[in-house]
């Protein structure tokens, strides 16, 4: 295990805090009405921090689903020992049913064709599939358009309605996607109603759901009280809130669980007017040490944060200067009071750090966690 992670951080690593995740779930859960379920979404590897450990981690503490976006993530997580129920949000061909069917996969369906070969393939195989009924209120991505005339509304649900009562098809859930609840409360209750309307028109033909949910971490913090019985975490259980909910992620007490580290490669004195990296991009104004980080766009750093970020050596913020690299970043250290070597660790993100990317590469924080990608070395820590 020592040399094991000697080995894997010997170039870029990221810790994963799983004390830090245990807290989130547990500051998130809190959050929940008595009986809503907890969903904590695995999907991308776990925005990157790794999903077969996170998924490990979430299923010993207790939550009721886990959240991914292909059936292979899903296959994944069972072949791993996940036996709590995974929900498949995406859209799956279904040539695959074998596969949603083996692995016990709860598939997402937000239409009748699709429907219709799940229950196809059951019948045909005297299996059951469990589904949850995609209801499109606003977002404009998968599900059941759910529209504001009265004749059509009838229509969609009878032909839900139909679908819940396909042999073979086991209908558990039914749910929607806010797609404005950071910043529009007044769209995201309109989503709400939508659904909840539905509901309504679907318990009328004698559909009823056990599982109903529409929020996911923006929703549930700007919109407690839309959580209906179920919630999706994704991005708030790794840490991360965005600004609009006015939940600050401190005001909630939610940590960052991924810090990612590097192991500086070579520190080189080099004199005025050198050219920094590919193009020559950044000019050296005086005679300057530089640090080279093996971290590069193929690792974890946005092409996009060219001679636009820094990172922490000895805590200290250090500039990134010329083009990123595939696999390495140099770093003007010219201004450091301390001595530094090969070896040394630079920190590459820490909460600061994740938010500075965010900002000067113009994205949200989902993509910069999403970015750390499988070459960047795992390490879990846990006390
Ligand atoms: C990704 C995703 C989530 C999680 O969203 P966060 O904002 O990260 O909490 C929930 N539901 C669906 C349908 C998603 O695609």
């Given at each position: 295990?020592?040399?094991?992670?000697?080995?894997?951080?010997?170039?870029?690593?990221?810790?994963?805090?799983?004390?830090?995740?245990?807290?989130?779930?547990?500051?998130?859960?809190?959050?929940?009405?008595?009986?809503?379920?907890?969903?904590?979404?695995?999907?991308?590897?776990?925005?990157?921090?790794?999903?077969?450990?996170?998924?490990?981690?979430?299923?010993?503490?207790?939550?009721?689903?886990?959240?991914?976006?292909?059936?292979?993530?899903?296959?994944?997580?069972?072949?791993?020992?996940?036996?709590?129920?995974?929900?498949?949000?995406?859209?799956?061909?279904?040539?695959?049913?074998?596969?949603?069917?083996?692995?016990?996969?709860?598939?997402?369906?937000?239409?009748?064709?699709?429907?219709?070969?799940?229950?196809?393939?059951?019948?045909?195989?005297?299996?059951?599939?469990?589904?949850?009924?995609?209801?499109?209120?606003?977002?404009?991505?998968?599900?059941?358009?759910?529209?504001?005339?009265?004749?059509?509304?009838?229509?969609?649900?009878?032909?839900?309605?139909?679908?819940?009562?396909?042999?073979?098809?086991?209908?558990?859930?039914?749910?929607?996607?806010f797609s404005k609840a950071d910043n529009d409360i007044?769209y995201t209750?309109?989503?709400?109603?939508?659904?909840?309307?539905?509901?309504?028109?679907?318990?009328?033909?004698?559909?009823?759901?056990?599982?109903?949910?529409?929020s996911a971490s923006s929703g549930i913090l700007s919109s407690?009280?839309?959580?209906?019985?179920?919630?999706?975490?994704g991005i708030a259980?790794?840490?991360y809130t965005y600004p609009d909910t006015g939940n600050e992620?401190?005001?909630?007490?939610?940590?960052?669980?991924?810090?990612?580290?590097?192991?500086?490669?070579?520190?080189?004195?080099?004199?005025?007017?050198?050219?920094?990296?590919?193009?020559?991009?950044?000019?050296?104004?005086?005679?300057?040490?530089?640090?080279?980080?093996?971290?590069?766009?193929?690792?974890?750093?946005?092409?996009?944060?060219?001679?636009?970020?820094?990172?922490?050596?000895?805590?200290?913020?250090?500039?990134?200067?010329?083009?990123?690299?595939?696999?390495?970043?140099?770093?003007?250290?010219?201004?450091?009071?301390?001595?530094?070597?090969?070896?040394?660790?630079?920190?590459?993100?820490?909460?600061?750090?994740?938010?500075?990317?965010?900002?000067?590469?113009?994205?949200i924080i989902d993509?910069?966690?999403?970015?750390?990608?499988?070459?960047?070395?795992?390490?879990?820590?846990?006390?």
């Open positions: 295990m020592i040399n094991e992670n000697k080995k894997a951080m010997s170039r870029t690593w990221a810790e994963i805090n799983l004390n830090a995740l245990e807290n989130n779930y547990n500051v998130l859960k809190n959050l929940l009405l008595p009986g809503t379920k907890f969903a904590g979404v695995c999907k991308a590897n776990a925005y990157g921090h790794g999903m077969i450990e996170i998924a490990d981690k979430l299923q010993e503490l207790g939550a009721d689903y886990i959240c991914v976006a292909s059936v292979d993530e899903g296959v994944t997580l069972r072949e791993n020992n996940i036996t709590i129920p995974v929900l498949c949000l995406g859209q799956t061909d279904p040539e695959l049913a074998n596969l949603i069917s083996r692995y016990e996969i709860t598939q997402a369906v937000g239409d009748f064709e699709n429907a219709e070969l799940l229950s196809c393939y059951a019948q045909k195989n005297n299996v059951r599939i469990k589904i949850h009924i995609k209801l499109d209120t606003g977002m404009s991505r998968l599900g059941f358009y759910w529209p504001d005339d009265e004749r059509n509304k009838i229509i969609t649900a009878e032909t839900i309605a139909k679908i819940c009562k396909l042999d073979g098809i086991e209908a558990e859930g039914l749910f929607t996607h007044a209750k309109m989503q709400y109603e939508k659904i909840n309307e539905a509901k309504k028109y679907l318990s009328r033909l004698g559909i009823n759901f056990n599982i109903i949910h529409a407690p009280d839309f959580q209906m019985n179920m919630c999706r975490f259980l790794y840490g992620i401190k005001n909630i007490g939610l940590k960052p669980v991924m810090t990612v580290k590097s192991r500086i490669s070579a520190v080189r004195n080099l004199p005025a007017g050198s050219k920094i990296s590919y193009g020559g991009t950044y000019e050296l104004k005086r005679d300057s040490k530089i640090a080279i980080i093996p971290a590069g766009y193929a690792d974890c750093i946005p092409r996009n944060l060219s001679n636009n970020f820094s990172v922490k050596i000895n805590n200290i913020k250090c500039p990134l200067i010329g083009r990123v690299c595939m696999d390495m970043t140099i770093i003007d250290v010219t201004d450091l009071a301390c001595e530094i070597k090969s070896g040394d660790i630079a920190v590459i993100y820490d909460e600061e750090l994740m938010m500075q990317a965010v900002k000067n590469s113009d994205t993509e910069i966690v999403c970015r750390v990608l499988p070459r960047v070395t795992k390490i879990y820590i846990e006390n």
